[in-house]
C-alpha cells in the first residue's frame, strides 16, 4: 500500500492506484484529445491534465471541449471549443487522440472484442458492436482498460476482432501499421504493455497487494514475465488529495474496483 498513510492521510486504494495507472498512459501526450471510456479512465485523465500533462483537451461527452476540469458528473465551468461528431472523426483519423477503451476479450497480441460472445453467426452473447474500434487502433494510440481481470477477458484468441492487435497489423501490412500502436493495457491487477521482441503482451507492473500467481491464473494465456516485477508507483500525497477531493468526491471510482 502507498507510505502516505504515514502522515495522516489513508493509504491508497486499489482504485486509486488504477487511476494513477491510467493518468501515466497520457504522460507527456501534449495537446491531443484524451478519450478515456469508463470511471477509472475518466478520472485518470482529469488527474493527468491537472498535474503532468496540462495541454491534455478533455470533452463533457457530447460535443463540447472543456477548459476547466470539473469534478466527475459536474457539467464544465468554462468551454474553449466545440466538437461535434464529424468533426472527432476527423480528429481521430488525423492521430491527434489517444483513446482508452474497455474490453470484452483482449487477447495476447492485443486483438480487442466488444462485439459479440462465441460465435459471430450466432453469438451466445451481444455486446457494443464493432463501433469505432478499428479506426481507434489503425489511427491513433489505443489503449485498454479492464475493470476486473479475469481469464473471460484475457482470452487466447478473441471470439471477434474489433480493436486491431499487433499480429493482424503486420499480417495487413505497412498501411495498417504506420500509426497501430497499443501503449497500454491497465486492468484492477496491474499493468501490461507489448515492448517484447514478438509484440506479445508483457507484464510491466502489479498494483499493490497483487502477486504473480494471481494475475497468472487470471490470464487465459501465457504472459512475458519479465526476471523483476515492480510494482505500480505510489500516488503522490497531492494526487490524492486531487482524486478524493476535486475529480472524484462522491467516489465513484471504488464502485468500479471495490477494495
Not at 495507472?21 to 485518470?44: F, H, K, Q, Y
Not at 472523426?89 to 466488444?114: C, F, P
Request: proline fraction near 8%; include cysteine.
Amino acid at each position: 500500500m502507498s507510505g502516505t498513510g504515514t502522515t495522516g492521510i489513508p493509504p491508497a486504494t486499489r482504485a486509486e492506484y488504477c487511476v494513477v495507472a491510467c493518468a501515466e498512459a497520457w504522460r507527456g501526450a501534449g495537446e491531443i484529445l484524451a478519450s478515456p471510456m469508463g470511471t477509472v479512465p475518466a478520472i485518470g485523465a482529469r488527474l493527468a491534465r491537472l498535474t503532468f500533462s496540462p495541454g491534455l483537451l478533455l470533452t463533457d461527452g457530447e460535443a463540447l471541449l472543456m477548459a476547466d476540469t470539473p469534478a466527475m458528473g459536474v457539467r464544465p465551468g468554462s468551454i474553449e471549443g466545440w466538437l461535434p461528431f464529424r468533426r472527432h472523426l476527423t480528429l481521430t483519423a488525423t492521430g491527434r487522440r489517444h483513446v482508452m477503451m474497455g474490453a470484452g476479450q483482449i487477447d495476447r497480441h492485443g486483438n480487442q472484442n466488444i462485439s459479440c460472445i462465441g460465435d459471430w453467426a450466432r453469438p451466445a452473447r451481444q455486446l457494443l458492436g464493432v463501433r469505432g474500434a478499428p479506426v481507434n487502433t489503425l489511427n491513433n494510440p489505443t489503449s485498454y482498460w479492464v475493470s476486473k481481470h479475469s481469464a473471460r477477458v484475457f482470452v487466447e484468441h478473441v471470439d471477434m476482432v474489433s480493436g486491431v492487435g499487433y499480429d493482424r497489423a503486420a499480417e495487413a501490412g505497412p498501411s495498417a501499421t504506420r500509426f497501430h500502436r497499443i501503449p497500454e493495457v491497465i486492468s484492477d491487477l496491474g499493468v501490461f504493455d507489448f515492448e517484447t521482441p514478438d509484440r506479445t503482451m508483457r507484464l510491466r507492473s502489479l498494483h499493490p497487494g497483487v502477486g504473480l500467481e494471481q494475475v497468472a491464473e487470471a490470464t487465459g494465456f501465457v504472459l512475458t514475465v519479465p526476471d523483476e516485477v515492480p510494482f505500480t508507483r505510489d500516488p503522490t500525497e497531492d494526487e490524492l488529495q486531487l482524486i478524493r477531493d476535486v475529480i472524484d468526491p462522491k467516489g465513484l471510482r471504488e464502485r468500479e474496483v471495490p477494495a
